[in-house]
Nanobody, 119 residues
């Protein structure tokens, strides 16, 4: 069984920073990519950023220059450093991992962590 556990969400004022973490645990043979998505109230879930095992990244235009993803392959953990946060960044942030686990390759999701940017 594989689990993704996120942490680091919270309340912050515009211009502030937060750092999210997501740790994958369980029977994991290979992680192909990990990433962050977000879903604001009344909106579809959208890509924030992904990172491959080799370190290739893909950022949404809305977060380029403000958010930075990093990955610790030894710990099966991915981090999202969010700087200069804006009210429109308010959402539930979900971590995902495309990995080969018990018997198959599939995408796993975390439970989500709330990020609220308020004035």
């Amino acid at each position: 069984q594989v689990q993704l556990v996120e942490s680091g969400g919270g309340l912050v004022q515009p211009g502030g920073s937060l750092r999210l973490s997501c740790a994958a645990s369980g029977t994991i043979y290979t992680i192909y990519s990990m990433g962050w998505y977000r879903q604001a109230p009344g909106k579809h879930r959208e890509l924030v950023v992904t990172i491959t095992g080799g370190g290739m990244t893909n950022y949404a235009d809305s977060v380029k220059g403000r958010f930075t993803i990093s990955r610790d392959n030894g710990k099966n953990t991915v981090y999202l450093q969010m700087n200069n946060l804006k009210p429109e960044d308010t959402a539930v942030y979900y971590c995902d991992a495309d990995l080969y686990g018990p018997g198959l390759r599939r995408v796993y999701w975390g439970q989500g962590t709330q990020v609220t940017v308020y004035s």
